[in-house]
């Protein structure tokens, strides 16, 4: 039966939880999933429902049968997307800017997710739905390369590479004031502002790890520079809060950024309307194929208009 599991619990695996015992089976959900999946009734002991804290005994005949994926209640909508991958098990494309990634309060409709619910057909089903699978995210205004995944298992593969941090991202950035040095790496600890919640930063006491390494790819004299940024971790809003509260904010940020001394590069950054931030560069080992997938976005018409304003200026 498609979706169906089946263990006889060894005297090594005796006193275990039932849900600790499917967790360790590397099976292709996340503890979360398999927590629902319980609760719901799909996972069997001895012919009963379980719960995921019931304790096993040698000789418990453990059954998973997972359910068929329900149809999401969002809407495909065909709405234009540029694929730079596709195949089976994921798809990539090149986020422009004002695309909101998932429906939300006010973006109910006319997101990413409603864009691949209509150009994917085959999508096998996420977390017990038939939807796009986001591993990651990019702001509203944040242009470049994003994944989702088709089905559950490579979703739960793309989740594990992004936490083991086993892959490349590059980041596009004009910042103002340019950096003093060529290249740096900032390291800080990361979390929410204790006042405005929707916002983050690194002057915190506790919190997660979050290191950004930047190289200047070209200045503009002291007014600005085109800056490289690579992750090692992928905080919410983590360029632009490091490159911010290190003095050299990212220009057009609305949240974290500052009004340009320089007259002309305020008008620059009103006309381009946005932060000037760009997922340039995504690399990874596939999951399910291995193959290596480069991914690579190029800088989007309203942040080249920006740099060739600021060369000429």
């Known amino acids: 039966m498609v ?68 149809r999401t209640e969002l809407v495909a909508e065909d709405l234009p997307l540029r694929v730079l991958y596709e195949d089976a098990h994921l798809i990539a494309i090149d986020k422009p800017a004002g695309l909101v990634v998932h429906p939300a309060a006010g973006h109910a409709r006319g997101t990413l997710v409603n864009a691949l619910l209509h150009h994917c057909p085959d999508l ?51 910042v103002s004031p340019p950096p003093a040095k060529d290249a740096g790496t900032i390291r800080t600890l990361y979390g929410r502002h204790p006042v405005d919640r929707k916002r983050f930063t690194s002057r915190v006491a506790e919190g997660k790890t979050a ?19 690579r992750l090692d971790t992928g905080r919410t809003h983590q360029i632009r809060v490091h490159m911010a509260e290190t003095g050299h904010p990212v220009v057009g940020d609305p949240v974290y950024g500052r009004r340009p001394r320089d007259p002309r590069l305020a008008d620059l950054a009103r006309a381009l309307g946005r932060q000037a931030l760009h997922a340039a560069v995504l690399a990874f080992r596939h999951p399910v194929t291995g193959a290596t997938i480069d991914l690579r976005a190029p800088m989007p018409p309203d942040m080249q208009t920006l740099v060739a304003a600021l060369r000429r200026a």
Do not use: W
């Open 3 to 70: 979706g169906e599991h089946r263990y006889r619990v060894a005297e090594g695996d005796a006193g275990a939880r039932v849900d600790a015992f499917l967790a360790a089976r590397h099976l292709p959900y996340s503890r979360s999933q398999l927590k629902r999946r319980i609760d719901a009734g799909e996972v069997r002991v001895n012919g009963e429902p379980a719960k995921p804290s019931r304790k096993l005994r040698a000789g418990d005949e453990v059954v998973l049968v997972a359910a068929p994926p329900e």
């Open 124 to 174: 096998a089903g996420i977390g017990g739905e038939i939807r796009p699978g986001i591993v990651h995210r990019l702001d509203k205004d944040t242009t470049g390369v994003l994944v989702a995944t088709k089905d559950e298992p490579t979703q739960v593969a793309m989740a594990a590479l992004f936490k083991k941090k086993d892959l490349v991202r590059v980041y596009q950035a004009v």
């Open 211 to 229: 290191v950004t390494h930047f190289r200047v790819v070209e200045r503009f004299g002291d007014v600005a520079a085109l800056v490289e940024c």
